[in-house]
């Protein structure tokens, strides 16, 4: 009984000195973000802003605007051809956000070679808005981030874009948009 007891004692006063190791602040280190001094650079000369599509390309675009129309309820725009870009695009409006769903158009649309590997589709890339697109641009080359061309184009909204090289944004592919 008495080692029963011993043993409890123990557990009790592990399992206190743990509670007690669990709200003792912890000292903060330095900040290992890489973002945070471009996000400060950026604050200054233009703004970052909401996110404003996820892009997704897909192998059937009438199938794909169905399912999300039809099964999921959302509201689909109709298809729209965009030559200049080499896509097809619809949007789904999901309310605070939406989704641009992608088709080729071509064997030479960029998405066409994203489909050839990922057969099934997927995401292509996210789109957040800025409220200075070119002060953005001049701000993220001097911090040596790259873009896909050397000036923007209009996009599919109509307004100046520009694209981030995923090699440079954590893997993920980025757009640019003006506000």
């Known amino acids: 009984m008495a080692r029963v007891l011993k043993a409890a004692a123990a557990a009790a006063n592990t399992a206190a000195g743990f509670y007690f190791r669990l709200q003792t602040p912890i000292r903060a280190g330095r900040a290992f973000s ?22 997704i390309a897909v192998p059937d675009l009438p199938k794909t605007m169905a399912f999300y129309r039809d099964v999921m309820g959302a509201k689909v725009s ?50 957040i808005e800025v409220d200075n697109i070119k002060a953005a641009v001049i701000e993220l080359k001097k911090k040596k981030i790259r873009s896909l061309t050397e000036d923007t184009k209009i996009g599919a909204h ?16 980025v757009e640019l948009e003006q506000v």
Do not use: Y
């Open 158 to 173: 109509g307004k100046p874009v520009i694209f981030l090289h995923p090699k440079d944004c954590g893997g993920v592919l």
């Open 34 to 55: 890489t973002w945070q001094p471009l996000r400060q650079a950026a604050a200054d000369v233009w703004k970052l802003g909401r996110l404003n599509h996820v892009a």
């Open 78 to 127: 109709e298809a729209v051809p965009l030559p200049e870009h080499g896509v097809s695009v619809s949007f789904v409006d999901l309310g605070n956000t939406k989704m641009e769903l992608l088709h080729p158009l071509g064997d030479e649309s960029p998405i066409e070679g994203f489909l050839k590997k990922n057969k099934s589709g997927g995401i292509h890339h996210i789109c």
